[in-house]
């Protein structure tokens, strides 16, 4: 890395793989410390528009974004959800929640839909003076480690060296594969194979971006729950339709077997058929959107918590490592959290270093670790919790359809609020300032007992499932050993 730094004031290098959400809101953080780093992004630029899908930034989210310098950026090329209604295929409505009242308003924050390739080019260009940082068509393929420092090298032969290496490259990390489970591959592949699916894929998911639709306004999110599917559509800037068809398949892929789909526009034609009938909305239904899209593309909606997030002094964050489907609307939320405790972690780092060379390797390793274990246990909560939704919202068996109505048909706004509210756990960049909590002028939450008693039977219904999910995992995995 010597190309992007000044030797005299030089004191800690980071190299970032991957040009992602979670890798550029990292960038942006160690670049308010003036901490060198470097991000290396396989592809040759940042992704063109109507590239991927829409992402929806949640409060959690959001206050890290603010504390960057980005949200006002975000507001204006993002739309504030304003509704979220919960619908079955036949058009029959569960509920509507209004999405301004809810109790997370009150630290000002709108959730919000924006599309990725936005979000990923309003983060690059905070980069004010640092763009250079950021090497395209680097791809990374091998990593050293020795006592002293990290090497990346490059496909086009070129190598950087750091203390640190963060791996940001989404689900098909090579960062993963090659420095964390490569140390011990054989085992790493037993534990998959014969412990508590841990990377698997039991849903597909066709998304596609549609021209604006009559009755589809801007700030509406709408849910389909339906047998072995269902619908996420959210309603963007100048009326932009964001949508994902998300379908149960009939055997649970696992890794090392998730081939990719063809994106072959006939075969695509096929997995939609059955569903072209089905109400998005009381008078849209899914043939509407799907022959007015602009594009579509389908993929696997992969599940993996991973057990070893740090080896050494590699480090991986993001879909790398905790990658959920859509159902919760936290993937991007959790990126920009993880990347932000980690910024904490890197100058807690930097701080003991004081300036002199950093001689205790161990120490430095005992402080991710410590990372590790506390954001693991952050994202064991989240990846639960969608787990469930998906299922949900799919009616995967009587015991989840039954749940699903429920929840949809009574507890909609708490379980919204729930999820994405700002508490104690939530992370935040903590050498930075925190952005002050206003609520949003002119407006009182105001809300009954009964609200409030439903939003601790919510919590308390999570913190059970998450419980049983965790006491089955650990009896599967005792059976198995």
Sequence with gaps: M??????????????IVGCSVAGLTLANALSKRKIDYVVLESHNNLPPPLSGNALTLLPNGLRILSQLGVLEDIKAASQSISSHSTWLANGCLLKTVNMMQLPSSRHGYDSTVIARWDLIQILYNSLVGDRRRVAFDKRAVQFEQSPSEVKVKCADGSSFAGDVVVGADGIHSVTRRKALWNQDLSRALVSIQNGPPRFTSEYSGIYGISNPIPDLHPGQAHRTYGNGFSFIVNVGKRGRV??????KTSETHQYPRLSRYTQDQTSIDKHVRPFLDTHISGTILFKD???NSKTC???RLE????DKWVSGNIVCIGDSVHKMTPNLAQGANCAVESAASLANCLVCILDKRQGLVFSDKCEREAILQSWEASRQNRMRFFYTCSWILARCESFCGILFKGLGLYIGSFHGEQVISYMSDIDGRTEYVNFLPEPPRVSKIGQKLEHGNLYYL????????FALLDSSLRLWQFFSHKKDS
């Design 2 to 15: 010597e190309n992007f730094s000044d030797k005299q004031t030089r004191k800690f290098d980071v190299i």
């Design 242 to 247: 964001y949508w994902l068809l998300s379908i």
């Design 289 to 291: 959107l799907y022959y």
């Design 297 to 299: 593309l389908h993929v």
């Design 303 to 306: 599940e993996l918590l991973c």
């Design 454 to 461: 439903n939003y601790l039977f919510v919590k308390m219904a």
